[in-house]
């Protein structure tokens, strides 16, 4: 029978749910409105198209494992149904943070101001280099997805040796080698964060230079291009917290069979872990010109005042 507990947790994650398809559903109506109009698809809209995808998707499944966690908690440990979760779960998360890491790199190379040759020749050809990130990011989320199934594979022959109680020392070396397979996991999280704060330093030190040329020139400080800096920055960092708070709850959530009250644990991780594809969505379409005025004209036109329209992106 349900607790009080697991009620408030589906509520919360119900909430949370309803919350991210609604933000990510409208970013992709939006671009999908754009490109069935004009027949035409900026690169900074795809991405944000995709990775609004890729976070509805990734929204169902965590929806999914949370009732698994609530209604059926002995499948949701060791069931193969779990483990399909596991694999969709592993490979669009990661898909969702490339995309989102990707959409910073653009940022980047489209503002930033460099003379540095290198980074000169990755601005001329910014659209290639996207085409070959998002390769790689579709790469690099099969390799993690790979890596998740030879974790099973290695669990299932933990089980079968503990279910004839015979922990040997055949056990204890697989049991540790599982362990650190575990935890080395974690590890394909580390090429996008590297990449992010890149941009992010990038995009600071632009910003520097850009000022002082300004004030130099007692020019306003607000001009597009600051303020196109500050708004990807600003994209940027709250994708980056965000990410280290996912990534927290996604570790309380995956190791949560090691730690006390094993299913709150989970629990906490599960509605931590929800906070985060609706909250950095929503902070790109206040960072994006269309889709902000399309949000303020969609909630004017609720209010009875305005009939939608559109804008052109900050970022095209």
Not at 214 to 219: V, Y
Not at 303 to 309: R, T, V
């Amino acid at each position: 029978m349900m607790g009080l507990t697991e009620g408030v947790f589906l509520i919360v994650c119900g909430a949370q749910f309803t919350l991210g398809i609604l933000v990510n559903g409208f970013i992709g109506l939006v671009n999908g409105r754009s490109w069935f109009k004009t027949k035409r698809m900026s690169l900074s809209d795809f991405i944000i198209a995709t990775l609004a995808l890729s976070r509805i998707i990734l929204l169902c499944i965590i929806l999914t494992d949370s009732f698994l966690i609530v209604f059926s908690v002995n499948e949701h440990d060791s069931g193969i149904i779990m483990q399909i979760i596991d694999v969709f779960w592993t490979f669009t998360n990661h898909l969702s943070i490339w995309f989102a890491t990707c959409l910073g790199v653009l940022y980047c190379l489209k503002i930033a101001i460099f003379s540095h040759p290198t980074f000169l020749w990755l601005k001329w050809r910014v659209s290639r280099v996207m085409v070959w990130m998002l390769l790689g990011a579709l790469l690099l989320s099969c390799g993690s997805t790979a890596s998740l199934i030879n974790e099973f594979k290695l669990y299932s022959v933990l089980r079968g040796i503990e279910a004839t109680r015979n922990v040997t020392e055949h056990f204890r070396k697989k049991r540790n080698e599982y362990y650190l397979i575990h935890v080395l996991g974690t590890l394909w999280y580390l090429p996008p964060l590297v990449v992010s704060l890149a941009s992010y330093f990038l995009l600071i030190f632009s910003l520097g230079r850009h000022t002082r040329q300004m004030l130099q020139n007692s020019t306003s400080s607000r001009d597009p291009s600051t303020e196109a800096h500050k708004r990807a920055i600003r994209i940027i960092l709250s994708f980056f917290f965000l990410f280290l708070l996912y990534f927290l709850a996604f570790l309380i959530a995956s190791f949560g069979n090691f730690l006390p009250k094993t299913k709150m644990a989970k629990m906490i991780g599960e509605v931590m872990t929800m906070f985060y594809p609706a909250g950095h969505s929503f902070i790109v379409i206040l960072g994006n010109s269309k889709l902000k005025q399309t949000f303020v004209e969609t909630l004017r036109c609720e209010s009875g005042h305005l009939k939608p329209g559109s804008k052109g992106p900050i970022f095209s």
